[in-house]
């Protein structure tokens, strides 16, 4: 079993940045792929980024080269660095885990991205 809480939203102007952390607790983090998800009102949830337990990521198309995931695997940690916020990042961006057929949701955070 392992919790995840997701921290770091919040409301923040066009172009500006924001960091997303989430914290694990209950299991082996290290052996869990971790992802970062997000749902905007009236949309499916989708994939923003991964990483896995080697520490290869992977990212959405409309997201290279303005978010950064990364994990900290002795702080138990996985962090979405999101530069140059658009309207359209205006979503619940939710962290999951994944390990041997397993996976767990946090509960989400709220960004807006708004002037």
């Known amino acids: 079993q392992v919790q995840l809480v997701e921290s770091g939203g919040g409301l923040v102007q066009p172009g500006g940045s924001l960091r997303l952390s989430c914290a694990a607790s209950?299991?082996?983090?290290?052996?869990?792929?971790m992802g970062w998800y997000r749902q905007a009102p009236g949309k499916q949830r989708e994939l923003v980024a991964r990483i896995t337990s080697g520490g290869s990521t992977n990212y959405a198309d409309s997201v290279k080269g303005r978010f950064t995931i990364s994990r900290d695997n002795a702080q138990n940690t996985v962090t979405l660095q999101m530069n140059n916020l658009k309207s359209a990042h205006t979503a619940v961006y939710y962290c999951?885990?994944?390990?041997?057929?397993?996976?767990?949701w946090g509960q989400g955070t709220q960004v807006t991205v708004s002037s």
């Open positions: 999951d885990a994944r390990h041997g057929g397993a996976y767990y």
């Open positions: 209950g299991s082996i983090f290290s052996l869990y792929d």
